[in-house]
């Protein structure tokens, strides 16, 4: 049978021509842990075939005299089936129903996704140099090869572990080499019967469990088998450094402005000597002017943990998270010289210098999280992954965790069902300033918190998930020594919803922790009362808003989310035309019709909630009526939270911010990395100094959420959907740090008024806006039957390149006109009429008062393109606009 036949089952209606582009790692791009200068990525050139297909063995493979003419090309860093999708062999599985056509590993046997990867690479060979073969990522076991020559004794098992073996045996003299790599898929793949994580069994492997399905994703077919992560070779001299560690001390409670007490900083690394004689020398860094250094011998074949001294820094540039002040970042080379002359190795690593605390707050009764003493009110998002099919890249990461840092967020948790993120996104939090709380790699709902019927074993046997246990201790040891000298790391956690196995937990709390890091707090399980008292999540669903605002939920809760879907933008690059159809109420029986693809791509109902603005009778109307709703969902969710800071909550991580598959539920940018209504309302709603209106009693609070004392002026107009405009409120107020303050209410003047819209306004002293809110409001229904009403509006629009990547935009409403409402703002391209993405706006969704002016800014790096603006709101047709240069 050929691989097409194989791996694709055809069906006319379903054969899209749309596909993805595969994202690759950029080869320029390296961890900071890593020293470029002696890295050789190999990250091209790859070929594959499915081992089946393959009579040779690895040592005739590894041979370069073995052809490869049949063999197809390969994408490493990825999977068999991003490889597949590379290759046109299967279609895009994240449109339609494409995935159900693509044969389930579980059906079709392990065998067909085990896949042989083969590399011709020339290198540099210097006699007395030592290299070294790195895999930091592999799914699930391999064997490898190097020029006729098995590097690794024992099969590399295990997704989250890193390898690295000496090849300077192996390595071809005259540079030409090749190697050679069988994969093979997770021991167990388990039944993708529809359960979450399918029917448990996939929890039995140390690997990610959403492969097999959850309530957000449809299931990845080879369960992500492959070489995903990078490969490289590195040389050194005679002694290798590895896991250079840096820890930060910074007593007492710090501002993030003046000059700054002494901090401390403590460091190690390991010293792996391979030779047969002991080796002496000296290993040292150097930060500012002062050199800290040791000398050490390292015994043959041996490998030395070796502690510098202590190194107190003066006036140190302090880490902080996003909206508390910079995020500066260290970076410093440590060297090994043997015999104190010659350079052996040397590595750079990158830190922030910072202090994370946790404590217990008994009123609350939950945790608090401080950062160089000052205490961080959490407002953060559940991350999945980047990408399903484990399409990773530097740029892409930096995109999404830059979309939380404009959202104001300060933390993202990353989930347990998933994987350790690469060192790349830890990059990207570190440069945003996104604290991270990461879970280990075990579920509730595999690892047995409740009965399931879909499951196969019963609760009791799935809590001793995985099946090794050993390996999953090990894998952690080396995922924390992988993350530990990020700043944004803040705290580990044992798993999503239940904690690991009794033995597993003890080691990890007792042993590695301690040993391996020591500074960062540890949650057991990401709902555990160390974290939150009267432990729980959610809710998921779409809620009043006011609900938010009314009823007290988890002081500290690691979930709550609700719905997200993107416009019809959006959803068309997903959904076949056929299938681009709202869902509406049968009134006979009285539920809500959903489209079959839609089901399949998990939607979550928005209800009648659509229905408060007008009908909608397309799916134009639907999509532009559920941006709405995003918007005074996500606004109300963080501004309730918000308002009983300190109170009720010490933080609150919304269940999700981003999808790494096209599910049409909670997420503030779709897959495509397109945001929606809800990134731009949390991003004013989480704003470090914010005004809001409380819908349960009619009043204005103000939020000030940093460390000093905020001395400001609250102005609130309300108008009507003419554009008239009326105060009702002028007042100074005075609010202390990191708190929430109630002002005035405004109760009697909405009752006799009863305004369409609300605007509120925060000055400084200087008469500069620190904070803008416009609201709609709605009638005793909950409807908004007023926004039919509207006038077109009457814009006049002005965009200007400032250099590449960058333009301006100036928007100015007629003074005689009605608010402008709601406007979307898209760089487009100019032959296409396509959205070019990701495109950063300064805001989005805007209302514009009559006679007011507004400026935003647009960042994008995708300059290929020409473009154009386009301009559409709830009064305002599509317009699009030239863009001067």
């Not at 514009?848 to 002016?853: C, N, T």
Request: glycine share 6%.
């Amino acid at each position: 049978m050929s691989i097409r036949a194989t791996y694709y089952k055809k069906n006319t209606s379903y054969l899209i021509c749309k596909r993805i582009a595969v994202l690759v790692w950029v080869l320029y791009h390296f961890h900071s842990n890593v020293n470029a200068q002696s890295i050789q990525e190999l990250s091209s050139g790859w070929k594959c075939q499915v081992a089946s297909d393959v009579k040779a063995a690895g040592t005739i493979l590894s041979n370069r005299a073995y052809p490869l003419d049949k063999w197809m090309r390969a994408v490493v860093p990825g999977t068999v089936l991003t490889t597949l999708i590379e290759n046109n062999l299967v279609s895009d599985p994240f449109f339609g129903l494409n995935n159900e056509h693509i044969h389930d590993i579980n059906k079709l046997g392990k065998e067909a996704y085990t896949f042989w990867f083969v590399n011709d690479f020339n290198s540099t060979y210097a006699k007395g140099k030592q290299y070294w073969l790195h895999l930091r990522g592999v799914n699930y076991r391999c064997n490898i090869y190097l020029n006729g020559h098995l590097v690794n004794e024992q099969s590399n098992v295990g997704m989250f572990l890193r390898h690295t073996y000496n090849i300077t045996p192996y390595l071809a003299t005259n540079g030409k080499n090749r190697i050679a790599i069988i994969v093979y898929p997770p021991d167990f793949v388990g039944n993708a019967n529809g359960g979450q994580g399918g029917d448990g069994i996939i929890a039995k492997n140390v690997a990610s469990q959403y492969t097999a399905g959850w309530d957000w994703i449809r299931p990845i077919r080879d369960r992500n088998t492959g070489i995903w992560d990078k490969v490289w070779i590195e040389s050194s001299g005679n002694i290798h450094i590895k896991e250079p560690h840096v820890i930060t001390i910074v007593p007492g409670i710090r501002t993030p402005a003046g000059v700054q007490g002494p901090a401390i900083i403590q460091s190690t690394v390991e010293l792996e000597n391979p030779t047969d004689n002991i080796i002496s020398g000296t290993i040292q860094y150097k930060l500012g002017n002062d050199l800290i250094r040791k000398k050490v011998s390292i015994a043959a074949h041996t490998t030395f943990l070796a502690e510098l001294p202590e190194y107190t820094i003066k006036n140190p540039r302090l880490w902080w998270p996003n909206g508390y002040g910079r995020q500066e970042m260290y970076h410093v080379n440590f060297h090994f010289l043997e015999d104190d002359k010659v350079l052996s190795d040397e590595k750079q690593v990158t830190f922030g210098i910072r202090d994370i605390q946790a404590t217990w707050n008994a009123h609350t009764l939950s945790r608090q999280i401080a950062v160089n003493g000052q205490k961080i009110f959490i407002k953060g998002g559940n991350w999945i992954l980047s990408d399903a099919l484990l399409r990773l890249s530097s740029q892409r990461y930096d995109d999404e965790v830059r979309f939380h840092r404009d959202m104001n967020l300060n933390l993202i948790r990353v989930w347990g069902g998933g994987i350790t993120e690469r060192p790349e996104f830890y990059d990207a939090c570190d440069k945003y300033g996104i604290l991270v709380l990461q879970d280990f790699w075990v579920s509730g709902d595999c690892n047995g918190r409740w009965q399931d019927s879909l499951k196969v074993e019963d609760t009791l046997t799935r809590r001793q998930y995985p099946d090794d246990h050993k390996l999953f201790v090990t894998s952690i040891a080396d995922q924390v020594k992988m993350l530990r000298n990020h700043p944004s790391m803040a705290i580990w956690c044992g798993g999503n919803e239940i904690k690991p196995p009794l033995d597993i937990l003890k080691s990890i709390r007792d042993s590695i922790l301690p040993i391996l890091d020591g500074t960062r707090y540890f949650f057991d399980f990401s709902n555990s009362d160390s974290m939150s008292y009267h432990s729980g999540d959610g809710p998921y669903t779409i809620q009043d808003p006011k609900s938010f605002w009314e009823y007290k939920n988890f002081p500290f809760n690691s979930e709550v989310g609700s719905i997200g879907i993107g416009d019809y933008k959006s959803l068309e690059r997903f959904l076949p035309k056929e299938n681009l159809i709202p869902p509406y109420y049968n009134l006979a029986q009285k539920k809500w019709i959903v489209d079959s693809v839609w089901e399949y791509h998990k939607y979550i109902s928005y209800d009648s909630s659509v229905e408060a603005y007008r009908h909608p009778t397309t799916i134009q109307d639907f999509t532009s009526n559920a941006q709405l709703v995003n918007y005074n969902q996500y606004r109300s969710l963080i501004e309730g939270f918000s308002s009983h800071m300190w109170d009720w909550y010490t933080g609150v991580i919304i269940w999700k911010t981003q999808n790494p598959w096209t599910a049409m539920r909670g997420q503030m940018y779709d897959t495509y990395l397109d945001p929606n209504a809800s990134l731009f309302a949390l991003r004013h709603a989480s704003e470090p100094i914010h005004i809001m209106y409380d819908p349960i009693d009619s009043s204005i609070m103000v939020v000030n959420n940093s460390f000093k004392q905020q001395h400001l002026k609250a102005i609130v107009n309300a108008y009507d959907t003419k554009g008239n405009k009326q105060v009702l409120s002028e007042s100074d107020v005075n609010i202390n740090a990191s708190s929430c303050k109630k002002t005035i209410s405004i109760i009697q003047q909405l009752k006799s008024m009863k305004p369409a819209f609300l605007l509120l306004r925060l000055l400084n002293d200087k008469d500069r806006a620190v904070s803008n809110n416009f609201y709609w409001l709605s009638d005793s229904n909950g409807n908004y039957p007023y926004l039919q009403q509207l006038y077109r509006a009457n814009i006049t629009v002005t965009a200007h390149t400032l250099n590449s990547g960058k333009i301006k935009v100036e928007i100015i409403n007629s003074k005689n006109g009605p608010v402008s409402f709601f406007n979307r703002l898209s760089l487009v391209d100019l032959a296409t009429k396509k959205r070019i993405l990701p495109v950063f706006y300064t805001d989005n969704y805007i209302s514009i008062l009559p006679g007011e002016r507004k400026t935003i800014f647009i960042d994008y790096w995708s300059t290929t393109a020409k473009t154009e603006l386009a301009i559409e709101g709830y009064n305002l047709p599509e317009t699009y606009f030239k863009i001067q240069n």
